[in-house]
């Protein structure tokens, strides 16, 4: 997943550059797709990075920084007190902690935990080189 700045509206602005017309629409289509599972698993992958990589170049050329965040359980984790369950998620929409009864928007809390590891990674990335 990918997470940009505060200036993304800016980024996501500006007026698209080698993108054909019609190709956001290709990520709903292929989505849409009726396809076999091995097929749809290949097809199915390719617009989201091509995707990431448009929003790296934007932010490229703006000068916003982009920081790949590994999205794995983001929506089962609990930001409050660090509890990762799969019945954290009682349906798609909802998240619901079962240790400290943190609930909300799913997407929301997931949110939050990508924005979190965003901030570790930026510490991470851009602390002083301890060799040097």
Known sequence: M???SDQARVVLDLPPVGLRPGDPAELLAIRAADLDEAVAAT???WPFAQLG???AYKAQRVGVPVIEVDAHYTSQ?????GHTERANRPNRDFFS??????AGPADV??????RGRARSAWVFVNMPDPTG
């Open 53 to 55: 990589d448009y929003i």
């Open 77 to 81: 984790h609990c930001p409050l007190c």
């Open 2 to 4: 990918l997470l940009v």
């Open 43 to 45: 097809q199915s992958s």
């Open 109 to 114: 809390v997931a949110g939050v935990n990508v």
């Open 97 to 102: 902690c079962r240790r400290c009864g943190l």
